[in-house]
T-cell receptor, first 112, second 109 residues
Framework: SQTIHQWPATLVQPVGSPLSLECTVE??????LYWYRQAAGRGLQLLFY??????ISSEVPQNLSASRPQDRQFILSSKKLLLSDSGFYLC???????????FGNGTRLTVT | QKEVEQNSGPLSVPEGAIASLNCTYS??????FFWYRQYSGKSPELIMF????GDKEDGRFTAQLNKASQYVSLLIRDSQPSDSATYLC?????????FGKGTMLLVSP
């Protein structure tokens, strides 16, 4: 079965600092990979998804970017964090187009 | 734009009762339907999926799908306080999943 590894669990960063969150996948090849953000008490906001190495689709224009340098590695980055970037960041993997998403444990980011 | 609608709740039920969670979707081409449970501060976990019209049962959980009405529901029998969580409905067509905003369920002892 598919396992999504995500780290760190919590992160406190000052405004204007860079960000790099990494996600790796075990148990499947060529997965679809997703980054979501969830603000406190809110729904899931899709940020990026990838169907293969180097293929990134952005759903929401913002100061975040994503990269997929390897089949099972998905990275979320920012050059300069904003206060509004605070939230719960979730990486998810999917074996095929209609199969379920499986989520990592998430990273709670607080920008101060 | 594909939409998935859920009542935000909270839905309050007593322990032992049946909890009924509902979801409607806008894209008639949707093919796969999922229910996730999310405890406060945790990531969503998959609890049920359904692809065909009708009912699908797994333990205390039953997913119901009616594609003609564009409606999917989740029934939780013999609700327990540990079922208290937010339940997310997700719908997939030929591209990415679309999530609803979730319904909060509160099960009182």
């Amino acid at each position: 079965s598919q396992t999504i590894h995500q780290w760190p669990a919590t992160l406190v960063q000052p405004v204007g600092s860079p960000l790099s969150l990494e996600c790796t996948v075990e148990g499947t090849s060529n997965p679809n990979l997703y980054w979501y953000r969830q603000a406190a008490g809110r729904g899931l906001q899709l940020l990026f998804y990838s169907v293969g190495i180097g293929q990134i689709s952005s759903e929401v224009p913002q100061n975040l970017s994503a990269s997929r340098p390897q089949d099972r590695q998905f990275i979320l980055s920012s050059k300069k964090l904003l206060l509004s970037d605070s939230g719960f960041y979730l990486c998810a993997g999917q074996g095929s187009g209609n199969s379920p998403l499986h989520f990592g444990n998430g990273t709670r980011l607080t920008v101060t | 734009q594909k939409e998935v609608e859920q009542n935000s709740g909270p839905l309050s039920v007593p322990e032992g009762a049946i909890a009924s969670l509902n979801c409607t979707y806008s894209d008639r081409g949707s093919q796969s339907f999922f229910w996730y449970r999310q405890y406060s501060g945790k990531s969503p976990e998959l609890i049920m999926f359904i692809y065909s019209n009708g009912d699908k049962e797994d333990g205390r959980f039953t997913a119901q799908l009616n594609k003609a009405s564009q409606y999917v529901s989740l029934l939780i029998r013999d609700s327990q306080p540990s079922d208290s969580a937010t339940y997310l409905c997700a719908v997939s067509g030929y591209s990415t999943l679309t999530f609803g905003k979730g319904t909060m369920l509160l099960v009182s002892p």
